[in-house]
Every structure is written in C-alpha cells, then in structure tokens.
C-alpha cells in the first residue's frame, strides 16, 4: 500500500481547548481539516511510529468516517498497533482504561460530548496520553503549535476497514485491533464494586432508570445494569447509540434530561435514576423527587466511599474543580485528607491521580471520577451510588438530609448565559479582573466581599502553572460567586455563573431562593444584564 504525502497549510483556530479540539461537524468534515489535526497531534507527540494507540468515540455523526481516516493516518505514520472500539465506538472512561490497561502510549476520543451532534451538531477530537487522561495543557499547546508549521500529513493510500469485525486486521504494517467496547470497562466495574450487594439492593424490588440519551454509555448501561446485575429489562432507556442523539442534546442536567427529571417528580418515579453524556463521562444522579446537584454527589460518595470494595482501604485526598462547591472539602475536613482545588478540566487531576494524592475528583459539570481510569465516570458514578445505596438502605432524600444535617448545607448553582457576543463577554471578564483590588470590603446588594482573585494554579506534582482560569469572589459567610467563560463551546461564549452558599442549619431550602442574595450581588459586580442583554440565563444547573 502506498503512503500519500499530502501538502496542506495551517488551519487556523486548531487550539484545543478544555478538553480536546470541539469545532461544528462540518467544520471537521472540510477536506483536510482532521487531517491536519491528526497530523499535529502525530507531530506534538513526536511521532506515532512503532507505538500502540487506542481509538474510538461517541458514535456521534463523522464519527466511523474520522476512524477510518485516523486508521489510516496512523498507518502511515509508522504506529505498531491501534485498538479500536467495535463499529469505532468507545465510551471516554472506556477508552482511559484501555490504554491503561493495554499499555498503549495513547489514544484518541472522538467526541464533543455533551454538545449536540449531527451534521448540524458539534463534532470533537481529544488525544489522551500514556496514563489514560486527557493531554496536560504543555502536550495540547505542542499539537497547537504543531499545527500553526503543518506543510503535509501522511495518509495511507487503502479501503476502509470492516469496522464492524472484532479481530485483528492488518493496514500495511499496523496491527488494527478491532475489540468489544464494553467487556473490559465491565470487568473493571465488577472488580470496584460489590454486585451482589446491588443485586441483593434490586432485588427488594428497589427500582431504577438510566438514561443513556441516545449516547454511547447505552451499551455498556445494557450490559452492566439489566445483563450483568438484573435491573429490569427497559431499565435502560434510550440505549440505541445515535449518531445525531435522536435529535437531543445529549447533557445530563435537569433541562436537558428534562424527562428523566420530571418522571422522577412523578406519583410513580423509581427510586433512583440516573442519565449520562455523548461519551459517556459526565452523570446526573436522581433519587425519588429528589436532584442531587454534581457537588453534593461529589461530597456523598466521598463521605461514603469506604463502604465500597474498591476504596474499603479510604482515600487518600479529594480535588475538586474551583468552580465546584466546596461541599466535598468538609468532608475531607472530617475524614482528615487532602482537598485539592484545581482549574476546570479533567486534565488537572491527572498529575493528583499518579501521584497517589487523591482517590476521587469530582466536577459541577456532572463530572465524578477516581483513579480507577484518568477520565471522569458516568456509569462508574452510578454504580458508586447504587452500592453505597446497597449498605445504606434509605432513600436518596433522607440520605441527603442525614448528609447535610451532618456537615451543614452548601447552596449550590450555575447559571449559563450561552452563545453571547465573544467581545461582549471578554469585556465582562476583563473589567470584572481590573476591578478586584478594590473588591474586597465593598459592601454589593447588602454582601461583604471578603476576598476577590483571578484564580491561578500550581500543580503541586509537576509546577506548571495556569492563570486567569476565573474570577472567585468569597462573600462574607462561605457564600462565593466565581465568573468564568466555557472552553467547550462552539458558539459565540458561554458566561458561567457559580453561586454557592453554605448554610449549617437551614438545609431545605430551595437553591434558587436560598442563593437570591449571591446572585443579586453576582449581577450588582458583574453587571450581566446590562452588557448582554440577557435578563435571565439560558440553562441553570
Ligand atoms: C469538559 C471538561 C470538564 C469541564 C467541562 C466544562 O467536560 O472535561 O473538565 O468541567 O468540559 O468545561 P467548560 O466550563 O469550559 O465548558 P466534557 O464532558 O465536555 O469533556
């Protein structure tokens, strides 16, 4: 087979972002545009020959079309072997533990995640290296640089590949290694976790619902909830891998998993459900008329992570994004370990997981994880909280009221102002950042501001640092507002709002309410309204 060397030119704007490349499907389906990324990703990791990759995705649109393309691209470039996910899919905590387990020197996810998909929709490329994570800020900026001097890509000159075959299949010298997506992800649940307590658990007649949203967690949710430990069959809803989601959006969160939230305000709701994202990483826990913000999932499972096999030894530290409620850091309070506060995106846990630092991170983006793989877990969150369930025997709400009744209540939301003018939003951040010498001991909306920074990080592991990750404004009384604007938008920005308040008697509030002040102080600084227009945001978590 022949290796074509294709001339190209650089495409502008190839900078990945919070979590890999995302840009509009038929951005990525312009002749050369995958192309000349997959080629800078070979290039900022010095090359690919003679190394073994893992390759799959979301089964979102493009997404067997860019594996066939990637197939040969690595062909091309020398790689020894790719392991690819049957018909190319793979979940993103499927496709961590493969190269972890493998050990592969990377891999590559194709996915947007949450965002739409379709031919409309978003379309994404993430590069994971040899620990299973997501690519540090120092590799993404070496694939960006790569792809600012491209003058060729390699591209194997071959058919496309019968994706479909488990087996393993030759292109010109590269071993393509076509496997099962769910049956190693599978076996790693079964070694975490206690399923014959989950079973027993079912088996009381406890009922459950997941919501796979038409994404790529249906198959392995099949497997692993109905086959594996005996939910009811139909348990699992929407399981059929779509590649335009069946029209959704495929974000775990009360408005865009509105069904599965309203049934679970329902006369008739099961007693837990749960739904996950494109590609399978992000979660949303329910219990019976009851939703269980990220963070708070984040500081239950933490608190009670030590009833389950695979963390019976405890943990050794949590970490948390900023922007995510400080909730979980009262627990480590109590249980004696670390709390660790990073940057949003995965990738800055990664250095926190090898180093043994902290067991469980977790996200209010709908993101929970541990070092069990370098990616956040959906269905990993699921069963975490079907096993603690197990042991607990109580409803998720009393569960939650015994949680907050023990470290007090951290009020929690975001709000998200969504495709709004790029310079309008910079603007917003930027004045906001030259307004923080003078912020603390302002009086706003009737709110002391204690403290004000633009949150900046050094890793504690490694020393590499990242500034201007969010503008974190502490009120007086643990409440807290942090601004920031979204890396994973396709659109325009995205203004997210964090509000929180912490309060240690009052726990049953609602959010919206017991927040009112923050937010009243939130837009008195920020001044939202005014500059977008916008009198409410778009989507609130
Ligand atoms: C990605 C990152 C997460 C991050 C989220 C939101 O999630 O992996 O760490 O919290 O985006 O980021 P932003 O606020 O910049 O939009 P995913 O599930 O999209 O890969």
């Not at 009922?207 to 392995?220: E, Q, W």
């Not at 459900?273 to 933490?302: E, F």
Request: overall charge negative; proline content about 5%.
């Amino acid at each position: 087979m022949t290796i074509l060397r294709i001339s190209t030119q650089p495409i502008e704007g190839q900078k990945p972002g919070t979590s890999g490349l995302r840009k509009k499907t038929q951005v990525f389906m312009q002749p050369g545009y995958l192309e000349n990324f997959v080629q800078s990703i070979w290039n900022g990791v010095g090359g690919v020959a003679g190394k073994v990759l893992v390759l799959g995705g979301d089964g979102r649109h493009f997404n067997t079309e860019a594996a066939q393309t990637i197939l040969r691209m690595a062909a091309a470039s020398g790689a020894a072997r790719v392991i690819v996910g049957q018909g190319g899919l793979l979940s993103t905590p499927a496709a961590s533990h493969l190269i972890r387990k493998r050990g592969a020197d990377g891999g590559i996810i194709l996915s947007a995640s949450h965002n739409p998909g379709g031919i409309d929709g978003d379309f994404g490329v993430k590069f994971n290296t040899a620990n299973g994570g997501p690519a540090p800020e120092g590799v993404t900026a070496r694939i960006h640089e790569a792809s600012t001097r491209l003058d060729h890509f390699l591209m194997l000159d071959s058919a496309d590949l019968p994706l479909s075959e488990i087996g393993q299949h030759r292109l010109g010298d590269t071993v393509i290694e076509i496997v099962d997506p769910v049956s190693e992800y599978a076996t790693l649940m079964e070694s975490l976790f206690d399923f014959d307590a989950i079973r027993a658990l079912l088996g009381t007649g406890f009922t459950l619902r997941f919501d796979a949203m038409h994404a790529v967690t249906g198959p392995y949710a099949r497997e692993i909830l109905e086959n594996r430990l005996g939910a009811a069959p139909g348990s699992v809803r929407n399981a059929v891998p779509l590649p335009d989601f069946g029209a959704g959006h495929p974000d775990p969160n009360p408005v865009w998993a509105k069904p599965l939230f309203d049934a679970m305000f329902a006369a008739d709701a099961p007693d837990f459900a749960a739904a996950s994202d494109g590609d399978g990483d992000r979660n949303m826990i329910l219990g019976r008329g009851i939703y269980v913000t990220p963070s708070d999932s984040l500081a239950v499972l933490a608190a009670n992570a030590h009833l389950v096999p695979g963390y019976r030894d405890g943990l050794k530290g949590v970490a948390r994004s900023m922007p995510t409620s400080r909730a979980v850091d009262r627990v480590a309070e109590a249980l004696g370990i670390a709390a660790y506060a990073t940057p949003t995106g995965w990738k800055f846990f990664g250095t926190l997981l090898d180093a043994g630092l902290a067991t469980l991170c977790g996200e209010e983006s709908a993101g929970t994880g541990s070092d069990h793989v370098r990616e956040k877990d959906g269905l990993w969150a699921v069963l975490l909280w079907l096993n603690i369930l197990a042991e607990w025997r109580m409803p998720v709400a009393a569960m939650m009221a015994d949680h907050w009744a023990r470290f007090g209540r951290n009020y929690y939301s975001r709000h998200d102002y969504e495709g709004i003018d790029s310079a309008v939003a910079a603007t917003l951040i930027d004045d906001l950042r030259g307004a923080l010498p003078a912020m603390a001991g302002q009086t706003v909306a009737g709110l002391a501001v204690e403290a004000a920074r633009d949150f900046a990080y050094t890793d504690p592991v490694d020393g590499s640092t990242a500034h201007k990750q969010g503008i974190e404004i502490d009120f007086a009384g643990g409440a807290r507002a942090v601004l920031r604007l979204s890396g994973t938008g396709t659109e325009g920005a995205t203004l997210r709002v964090y509000l929180e308040r912490f309060d240690a008697q009052d726990t049953g509030q609602d959010p919206q309410v017991a927040l009112a002040p923050v937010i009243a102080a939130t837009e008195e600084l920020a001044g939202i309204a005014k500059r977008t227009g916008r009198t409410a945001p778009d989507v609130i978590t």
